[in-house]
């Protein structure tokens, strides 16, 4: 990607864009299934759906946003708030 930054205004494609189209897609399609790889082994069938979906995420918006994202759903139940009641507790 630092290549594209140096591409003059009067670029051509075939000598300044495709050659670093070619190496950013190369190197991209060699990282993406490894990533996938890393982030599945050890998880149960029943979450691989989730971790996969984490995954593509953090691929959309980073890592950073995938963390503010998903950590208040992630809290420990002890931590939410009960619903409150207003006649008291239920009796049995």
Not at 9 to 15: F, I, K, R, S, V
Not at 36 to 46: D, M
Not at 63 to 83: I, N
């Amino acid at each position: 990607m630092l290549w594209l930054t140096r591409v003059p205004a009067d670029a051509g494609y075939l000598t300044d864009l495709l050659p670093a189209f070619l190496v950013a897609g190369i190197g991209i399609g060699l990282c993406a299934p490894s990533a996938q790889i890393g982030a599945l082994s050890g998880v149960t069938e029943s979450a691989s759906g989730l971790a996969s979906g984490l995954v593509e995420r953090m691929r959309e918006i980073g890592a950073a946003g995938v963390a503010a994202e998903s950590s208040p759903p992630c809290r420990p139940r002890s931590s939410r708030r009960q619903p409150s009641t207003a006649s008291g507790p239920r009796s049995p």
